[in-house]
């Protein structure tokens, strides 16, 4: 992750993929071997008191029962172990190593436009920087939109592939049956978001007015309203800022996170071939370790530091737990992570000197909302209906994708929000979809 193209680093990885493939291969009969049991002697098992400890997950084994195949069957599933990491593999090489957006003048210097300093650019005052970041990035993701749609459909395909030989009744079915939550979450989720939509719209044109632009594109949302308050934050002072604003979550706590962002749990800046966003990443005997492409200028990124930390820490106390149970579920692991996020917004606030400051993390907190709530459940929209639509043997060409993630930007963003053209190529370039339902 910390530079894909690294040829050593990516040769472990293969290795290591291989090894799993034939690790899944050589398992692969146990979970058959088991279901396959009378189910009187399955309970019996459960009840067992030697095997207490595993209660919990025999019961999850369990449940798979519907959805567990042959056991020739599961070893054919298994040998694709390999097969199926292709187009995220793809996305990734493409996305963090081959694109190259250029450079461009930002005030009195030139800068390396990357995933990172877009970002930088989408914050500054300069409106003619703002667009001329945009039309740039997205650029290179048009010269390469082909690509970028073919390996989408296949990630799409391959997850509706999987979900039909293993019998779920769609793609979205089978992502969330392993946390097992009901599908009328997601689809209450989007009809509450979307019964809403009109108080976001109504933001953007306060945005709009506050601002005084004739029209608001994309790349004028990310910028603060309050933009005489924007500060520089150098890595150092953000890590001591989470420190401080965690603490009420105690000394255990705050001590480990803080000998282990002081320390070597975190790769902080961006460089050539990294991977892009941020992330947390550790298993039961190592530390939780942090990716980020940390930018000084960004004080969004103080709150991924926050975020990710989260992360790290609900990691790190998770190995309190037996080893079978240490690995918590994907619907509550970002519990932690914006909880720690509220802790930030809330110190700062409460250290405002002025109305206008209170004004700035005001409007910050506000912009969270729509990027963590409102934004990623239109992404869970757009998951839904392209996996719908290869379930319905519609073909995912590049116009369809582009048209689908289309309308709904038209109905997020409202009747009033000016939509480039190039934005409906956002839908490509997420990481997160090439992981389905994430």
């Keep these: 992750s910390e530079d894909v193209a690294n040829g050593t680093a990516q040769a472990m990885k ?38 207490a400890d595993w209660k919990i997950a025999l019961e999850r084994i369990v449940r798979y029962k519907p959805h567990t195949l042959s056991e020739k069957e599961e070893r054919l599933l298994a040998m694709q172990v390999e097969l199926s990491q292709t187009p995220r593999a793809v996305f990734e090489q493409l996305n963090n190593a081959d694109l190259k957006f250029g450079r461009i003048q930002v005030g009195d210097r030139e800068i390396d436009l990357t995933h990172g300093t877009f970002m930088t650019c989408l914050e500054s005052t300069d409106r003619d920087v703002r667009k001329r970041a945009f039309h740039q990035f997205y650029a290179e993701f048009a010269d390469h939109a082909n690509t970028l749609a073919a390996t989408f459909a296949g990630s799409v395909k391959q997850d509706v592939y999987y979900s039909r030989v293993r019998n779920y009744t769609s793609a979205r079915a089978a992502s969330m049956f392993p946390d097992n939550v009901p599908e009328s979450v997601y689809d209450n989720l989007v009809a509450a978001v979307r019964s809403h939509l009109p108080a976001v719209h109504k933001y953007y044109n306060v945005r709009k007015r506050a601002m005084k632009l004739p029209d608001i594109h994309f790349y004028d949302v990310y910028v603060p309203i309050v933009s005489d308050m924007q500060v520089r934050t150098e890595w150092d002072a953000a890590v001591e800022m989470t420190l401080e604003a965690l603490k009420p979550l105690g000394t255990e706590y705050g001590d480990a996170l803080a000998k282990g962002l002081r320390g070597r749990w975190c790769d902080r800046y961006e460089n050539k071939g990294k991977r892009s ?21 960004v004080l969004d990124h103080v709150f991924t530091l926050a975020h990710e930390a989260g992360h790290s820490m609900h990691t790190h106390l998770s190995k309190g737990q037996p080893y079978q149970y240490a690995n918590y579920t994907i619907f509550v692991a970002e519990v932690a992570s914006t909880f720690n996020e509220q802790f930030l917004g809330r110190y700062l606030m409460q250290r405002a000197k002025t109305d206008r400051e209170k004004a700035y993390y005001l409007n910050r907190e506000i912009d969270e909302i729509r990027r963590t709530i409102v934004r990623q459940t239109m992404f869970a929209e757009f998951e839904h209906v392209v996996h719908a639509m290869a379930e319905n043997n519609e073909p995912l060409t590049l116009d369809a994708l582009r048209g689908a993630y289309r309308k709904l930007l038209d109905a997020y963003f409202g009747p009033d929000f000016v939509i480039d053209d190039e934005l409906s190529l956002e839908g490509l370039r997420i990481p997160h979809f090439y992981g389905a339902f994430y």
């Design 14 to 51: 293969a290795r290591y993929l291989g090894v799993a493939g034939k690790m899944a291969e050589a398992a692969s009969s146990i979970r058959p071997e088991l279901l396959g049991l009378p189910d009187e002697k399955l309970t019996g098992y459960l009840a067992a008191p030697e095997l």
């Design 277 to 297: 966003g941020a992330f947390s990443s550790g298993c039961y005997d190592s530390d939780p370790y942090i990716l980020m492409n940390y930018q000084p200028e």
